[in-house]
Nanobody
């Protein structure tokens, strides 16, 4: 299986930046897609960004487009989420996920999940 460990969350003021990291281990050679999701209290889990090996460009949710950037370092088995111009609405637990199917829009398409890291944006 694949193990995923997120880090980099914390407390930041509105307008600030954070960089999240997700280190993958195990049978990562089967992975075709890596995604970042978030879930705020009382709300459903939603996609933030995703990168799939076969696509020329990453996917971003409309709410974060132009502010967040997803990147992969295959040599380090690590995926990053650079978050800029953060807003209080970005406050949530952020999860990284790995999938084998190549489908990236939906949480149900992913096979493995990290433990989550808390991001809190104050106003």
């Amino acid at each position: 299986q694949v193990q995923l460990v997120e880090s980099g969350g914390g407390l930041v003021q509105a307008g600030g930046s954070l960089k999240l990291s997700c280190v993958a281990s195990g049978r990562t050679f089967r992975t075709t897609t890596m995604g970042w999701f978030r879930q705020a209290p009382g709300k459903e889990r939603e996609i933030v960004a995703a990168i799939t090996w076969s696509a020329p460009s990453p996917y971003y949710a409309d709410s974060v487009k132009g502010r967040f950037n997803i990147a992969r370092d295959s040599a380090k088995n690590t995926v990053y989420l650079q978050m800029n111009s953060l807003k209080p609405e970005d406050t949530a637990v952020y999860y990284c996920a790995a999938g084998f199917s190549g489908v990236y829009r939906y949480a149900s398409a992913y096979d493995y999940w990290g433990q989550g890291t808390q991001v809190t944006v104050s106003s």
